[in-house]
T-cell receptor
C-alpha cells in the first residue's frame, strides 16, 4: 500500500518570503499522480498543483511550484512571495494510475506572518 | 466556476441514529468519492462510485455505510447506526477521471458530531 509522509507538522514564513513544504511517498509503481491541496480555516480543500509522474518537467502554477524527484520519491511544494492568504493546512496526496482513491499525507500547517 | 456542494454543513446526532450526508457533485463529473477526516488526523478515503455502483472502497467503509445516487444530481452517504468514532468531517469529491485528468474536486465538508 502506498504511504505519504509530510515530515513538517508546522511551518511559518514571513510575508513575501519563500517557503518549501516537503512530501515523500512510497510506491512500487512507475506511473502515478501527485497533488498538493490547501485547506484554509474555512475547511474546504482546494487544489494547489498537480504533477503526473511520467512528466519530467516540474509543475508550476503562478507562485506555486513543485520539485518532483521521482527516484527519491519526493514531491516538495515551493511557495514564492508568500501571502497572508496562504495560511492553511497543506496536504500532499498520491493517486495510483491503477486506482481511484487518493492517499493523503498528515498535512503541514503553514502560517504566514505579517 | 462549478463547485461541489454539501449539506448540511454541520450535523449533530445521537449514537445509534441514522444520518444521511448529501453532496451535489460537479455536473459533468462521472466519478464521486467520500473521504473523512477525524479531527487532527489525515484525510482518509472511504469509497468511490461510478456508473451507479461502488468502484472502490476502503476497510473503513463497512456494512454500516452505504452510498447512493438517488437522482441525476445528488450523491449521498448514509451511516445506518452511528458510533462515537464516526464523528469527523466528511468530504465529498468528484472528478472526470478521463484522459489522464485525475484531479478530485472537494466540497466544503459536513462536520458530523455523534453524541
Amino acid at each position: 500500500a502506498q504511504t505519504v509522509t509530510q515530515s513538517q507538522p508546522e511551518m511559518s514564513v514571513q510575508e513575501a518570503e519563500t517557503v518549501t513544504l516537503s512530501c515523500t511517498y512510497d510506491t512500487s509503481e512507475s506511473n502515478y499522480y501527485l497533488f498538493w491541496y490547501k485547506q484554509p480555516p474555512s475547511r474546504q480543500m482546494i487544489l494547489v498543483i498537480r504533477q503526473e509522474a511520467y512528466k519530467q518537467q516540474n509543475a508550476t502554477e503562478n507562485r506555486f511550484s513543485v520539485n518532483f524527484q521521482k527516484a527519491a520519491k519526493s514531491f516538495s511544494l515551493k511557495i514564492s512571495d508568500s501571502q497572508l492568504g496562504d495560511t492553511a493546512m497543506y496536504f500532499c496526496a498520491f493517486n495510483s494510475f491503477y486506482g481511484q482513491n487518493f492517499v493523503f499525507g498528515p498535512g503541514t500547517r503553514l502560517s504566514v506572518l505579517p | 466556476e462549478p463547485e461541489v456542494t454539501q449539506t448540511p454543513s454541520h450535523q449533530v446526532t445521537q449514537m445509534g441514529q441514522e444520518v444521511i450526508l448529501r453532496c451535489v457533485p460537479i455536473s459533468n463529473h462521472l466519478y464521486f468519492y467520500w473521504y473523512r477526516q477525524i479531527l487532527g488526523q489525515k484525510v482518509e478515503f472511504l469509497v468511490s462510485f461510478y456508473n451507479n455502483e461502488i468502484s472502490e472502497k476502503s476497510e473503513i467503509f463497512d456494512d454500516q455505510f452505504s452510498v447512493e445516487r438517488p437522482d441525476g444530481s445528488n450523491f449521498t452517504l448514509k451511516i445506518r447506526s452511528t458510533k462515537l468514532e464516526d464523528s469527523a468531517m466528511y468530504f465529498c469529491a468528484s472528478g472526470v477521471l478521463a484522459g489522464g485528468e485525475r484531479t478530485q474536486y472537494f466540497g466544503p465538508g459536513t462536520r458530523l458530531l455523534v453524541l
